[in-house]
């Protein structure tokens, strides 16, 4: 039994969030205006019930729907082109992003390019490339999220990696924004919990870098603060019982306030993580996980002051130095590893992962300027423990 509501919400887009309201996607579809949707998602849930079960109600309500899963859990420039490819040979007229963030941003960026000309990375989010963009080439856009982490569900862009230059990079436009989204927690119920875990770190992630990045923007911060209460006060129940679907659904609404949060700005701890991801292909949540305290010890001058106002929020006490020891103590709790070794990483492309990671479209937020210099000394940090 849960209290959790079943609402609508209007922010940023459609959002129909609520325990079995996976039952209404095909009055989404209607409401995007899509009649035969693509539904992307990764190979992993593909196999799962839920997959089957949306299918089957998308064909008993009239919909020829098909599935694309060739989706890396680190999505690649192959995977969006043989799903644009599958979308047109089926002739489809939307997608269904459905999944964890693999899913959701593959999704997004299949919609994205399945009518454009030119290639992907005269996308990227840099000044106003997005122009370049054919907006009436986008296809419209239901996600159904299924982890607590991303918040790519709410998001306008999408990640992806070149597998020339194993880079990430951010592609964006404003019409990649889902014209629906449904969040339901029961669908989060049977992740393994290095998952959730790793998941619900990457939204306390977003909403610590949202809350840190110098950017006035109080609407933003604002969203983020409240984000952050309530992972710390639902993530340790979620690992502990994946069956709490009321503390589920908090963390389903702290995930897409990280995302909603970061229009303000990310840091160095998503500048670090993509280039680890690219190179050794990590769980995103948990390496942004890793690197949390060593960045935010890094970044000790310029927040400070505010993470003192964090903590009075959060009820913690010792300003700036509590919540580091809180999320010190939350990190061991949910066994995330307190090196980078645990993720099976060295330093053996330190020099590489800096040079990466200053140019990082992410970099430009972080609170103190993120030099090659700054960068190895944080590597270095993870490396080694020391915070």
Not at 134 to 140: N, Y
Not at 142 to 160: I, W
Not at 254 to 274: N, R, Y
Request: hydrophobic share 45%; aromatic share 6%.
């Amino acid at each position: 039994m849960t209290t959790l509501p079943s609402v609508n919400w209007s922010y940023p887009t459609a959002v129909r969030f609520g325990v079995g309201r996976i039952k209404e996607l095909p009055r989404a579809l209607k409401f995007a205006g899509i009649s035969k949707p693509l539904l992307v998602t990764d190979p992993g849930l593909a196999s799962l019930p839920m997959v089957a079960d949306a299918i089957a109600d998308l064909e008993a309500a009239g919909f020829k729907a098909a599935v694309f899963s060739d989706v890396k859990p680190n999505p690649v420039d192959s995977n969006i082109s043989a799903g644009v490819a599958a979308y047109k040979a089926g002739g489809h007229d939307g997608v269904i992003a459905f999944g964890g963030g693999s899913g959701l941003d593959a999704g997004k960026l299949i919609a994205f390019m399945s009518g454009q000309t030119r290639p992907i990375w005269d996308f990227e989010d840099v000044g106003d490339w997005w122009k370049r963009a054919d907006p009436d080439g986008i296809a419209p856009i239901v996600a159904v999220p299924t982890t607590a982490g991303t918040g790519s569900e709410v998001g306008r862009a999408g990640v992806v990696t070149n597998e020339e230059t194993h880079t990430k990079k951010v592609i964006f436009h404003p019409k990649m924004l889902p014209a629906v989204v449904i969040c339901d927690p029961a669908l989060t119920a049977g992740m393994p919990r290095m998952i959730t875990v790793g998941t619900g770190m990457d939204a306390l992630a977003h909403c610590l870098e949202a809350y840190s990045a110098p950017m006035y923007h109080p609407m933003s911060e604002g969203i983020a603060l409240e984000g952050i209460r309530l992972v710390f006060e639902n993530l340790p129940k979620v690992a502990a019982d994946p069956n709490d679907l009321e503390a589920r659904g908090h963390m389903m609404s702290a995930a897409a306030m990280g995302a909603v949060g970061f229009q303000k700005g990310l840091g160095a701890i998503h500048s670090l993580s993509h280039p680890v991801g690219a190179l050794y292909d990590t769980h995103h949540g948990m390496t942004n996980a890793v690197f949390m305290p060593y960045v935010l010890e890094f970044n000790r001058p310029a927040i400070a002051q505010k993470f003192d106002r964090l903590a009075g929020f959060l009820g913690i006490s010792g300003g700036y130095q509590g919540v580091l020891d809180a999320i010190l103590k939350l990190r061991a709790e949910l066994d995330v590893p307190h090196t980078l070794a645990g993720l099976n990483v060295g330093a053996e492309r330190r020099d590489l992962i800096a040079d990466m990671a200053i140019v990082d479209p992410t970099a430009g937020g972080n609170p103190v300027p993120l030099t090659k210099e700054a960068a190895l000394e944080i590597f270095d940090r993870a490396v080694s423990g020391t915070v």
